[in-house]
């Protein structure tokens, strides 16, 4: 299931519209951070245009989001539009609702009204002397972190323009305190961080999602409690490496000492007698025999409460328990665990055997042959040819068939290559095809013609494709070639109204009974599965072989000894295809 790129309101979440964006587009999520958006848009496809990108995506106004099904992997306000003229491409760079904050302030409404002279006050007690207004400070108790960033962000949407929509959960009472005078003015994106950064502190998010009609995005606050601060699910996910055709490349270790803290010093204050100094003396390291190592965070000038000082001290000592080590992989988004079913802060184990030797019998070549000799036709159309009223146009998306009026069950998307046939073969094709959303729907067959005979061989039967459908049609073997065949060639025949458009990105005709999985020369190859063209790429028939593992072992010479290893994930990635998903984790301390 690919991945469906959309805009929306960034005020009301509503006036969702389909976005058809380039491969290049990109997609992240971080802990305690907001998502990454970058989107490229070709400004050569007409529908793209017809959107009017500069207005309807307007930065500040319009939200980006991606997601795969019903659920949003990314989402959050276009901040930047960069135009290459030269290229003809318009790049979107968006953040999470997160980054909407980093735009607003912890002031109470009667900041807005207030003289402005009046954020300071005489103070009755001392003569002489001024003290902040209470009237605009922002005064919590009695309550838990995760309530505390709440109430923050409800009273930023009580301003005029400032009710995002975000869902809340509920309040609980705890024994937590948050007091921020108005005339500090405290970014409200930094202390929903900082708040997250002390020791237990709260894992904060603010996740996307469709509204319960699935006609507008929104945002739901979710916190960890004071009793479990991190945010995660209760399953543990597991990805094995040791298993054949596992569903984890790419692993990159990187493993950094540099915040290795036996003894962690915080510093606050602005001034000489409001200084205040926090220590905090942790033994794991030089239990085990390490040197001694000390950490200064200075970066809290204007924490005023010992305790919160005290928090950031705890967590630089708690961290530099060991060397951060990170590793990072790629998954495929549709094999267990699936896309969607884990997020940052998630917990997974994987799985390594010990380093050792792998084994291969000869490949078995030519397993399957796919004969369509321009099978992606996306740089070029080269091989197929349309038939009146219907027009046919290479783009990045695939072959792009218009209907400049109603047609009634012609060949459209015809090959042009007889491929040679013999008496008794039974011949199968495929076929991925979508609608655009905003075209309407159409009728397809897909058939294997045998010619001189005159004959068809293969026959999917009527399919409809509505509008935002992207379809696999296969048409199997309906009866064997006869021995009079000069030959055998696949047909789309489509019945459309005018002004109908469809897409054809992938197609395959082969030797056999019924159509396997599309492939071609280009498709990613594994140890035991590959790929490849008999001749030039894009233009020749391809091949998939195959061989079999006689030993396998999935160690590694750095993680020499392997086992299971648990650890929390950081950071998920991916690209506009919805593939691979890139991760990223740290070990569990």
Same mark, same amino acid.
């Given at each position: ?363 078995? $070549? ?7 000799? $321009? ?115 696949? $047909? ?45 790429? $894009? ?51």
């Amino acid at each position: 299931m690919g991945l469906r790129w959309f805009i929306a309101d960034l005020l009301t979440g509503r006036d969702i519209a389909d976005v058809q964006v380039m491969t290049s587009s990109t997609w992240s999520r971080s802990i305690n951070k907001p998502e990454r958006l970058t989107a490229s848009l070709d400004m050569r496809d007409p529908a793209t245009v017809a959107l009017r990108p500069r207005q309807t995506m307007a930065p500040g106004r319009t939200v980006l989001a991606c997601a795969i099904g019903d659920t949003i992997l990314a989402g959050g306000p276009i901040w930047s539009h960069t135009y290459d003229r030269d290229q003809k491409v318009l790049t979107l760079d968006a953040l999470g609702m997160w980054s909407y904050f980093d735009h607003r302030y912890v002031l109470p409404l009667a900041a807005a009204s207030i003289d402005t002279t009046q954020f300071i006050i005489p103070d009755p007690s001392a003569a002489g002397k001024t003290k902040p207004n209470p009237a605009v400070g922002t005064y919590l108790t009695g309550l838990e972190y995760g309530t505390i960033a709440k109430r923050w962000v409800q009273q930023a949407q009580a301003w005029t323009g400032g009710n995002v929509p975000i869902v809340f959960e509920a309040d609980r009472v705890g024994t937590r305190e948050r007091n921020f005078e108005g005339s500090d003015f405290k970014n409200l994106g930094t202390v929903l961080a900082q708040l997250s950064q002390i020791e237990g502190g709260p894992d904060i998010r603010f996740m996307p999602q469709f509204t319960p009609d699935m006609l507008g995005i929104q945002w739901a606050l979710q916190t960890g409690t004071d009793a479990s601060p991190l945010l995660a699910s209760a399953t543990v996910f597991e990805w094995p490496m040791d298993v054949p055709r596992s569903p984890v490349s790419s692993l990159k270790v990187t493993a950094d000492a540099t915040r290795l803290a036996t003894l962690g010093w915080a510093t606050a204050g602005r001034s000489a007698d409001t200084v205040l100094v926090s220590r905090s003396v942790d033994s794991t390291l030089t239990d085990l025999g390490y040197a001694a190592f000390e950490s200064l965070d200075s970066s809290h000038s204007s924490v005023s409460e010992q305790g919160t000082l005290d928090g950031y001290a705890g967590e630089s000592t708690t961290i530099g328990r060991s060397a951060l080590e990170l590793w990072s992989f790629d998954v495929e988004a549709a094999r267990q665990p699936f896309l969607g079913a884990y997020w940052e802060g998630d917990f997974c184990t994987l799985t390594l055997g010990q380093y050792g030797k792998t084994t291969y019998t000869p490949w078995v $070549n030519a397993v399957r042959t796919n004969y369509d000799i $321009n099978p992606s036709p996306m740089a070029s159309t080269a091989g197929w040819s349309p038939t009146a009223p219907s027009t046919l146009t290479p783009t990045l998306a695939g072959a792009q068939i218009d209907f400049s009026s109603a047609a009634t069950s012609i060949p459209t998307m015809y090959s042009t290559t007889v491929i040679s046939a013999a008496a008794g073969q039974m011949w199968s094709a495929a076929r991925e095809i979508s609608v655009p959303v905003g075209f309407p729907a159409v009728t397809v067959s897909l058939r294997v013609f045998s010619y001189g005979e005159n004959v068809i061989v293969a026959d999917s039967g009527p399919v409809v494709i509505q509008p935002g459908q992207d379809v696999i049609v296969q048409a199997p073997s309906v009866r064997a070639v006869g021995a009079s065949t000069t030959g055998v060639r696949s $047909n789309l025949y489509v019945t459309a109204a005018a002004g109908s458009r469809l897409v054809v990105p992938h197609t395959l005709t082969e030797l056999a009974p019924t159509p396997g999985m599309i492939f071609d020369g280009n498709s990613s190859s594994s140890d035991v599965e590959q790929y490849a063209w008999t001749a030039t790429p $894009n233009a020749s028939p391809s091949t998939y072989s195959t061989r079999t593992m006689q030993q396998y072992d999935s160690g590694d010479p750095y993680l020499f000894e392997g086992g299971a290893f648990q650890r929390r994930i950081t950071a998920l990635s991916g690209d506009a295809k919805g593939i691979t998903v890139g991760v990223t984790t740290q070990a569990v301390i």
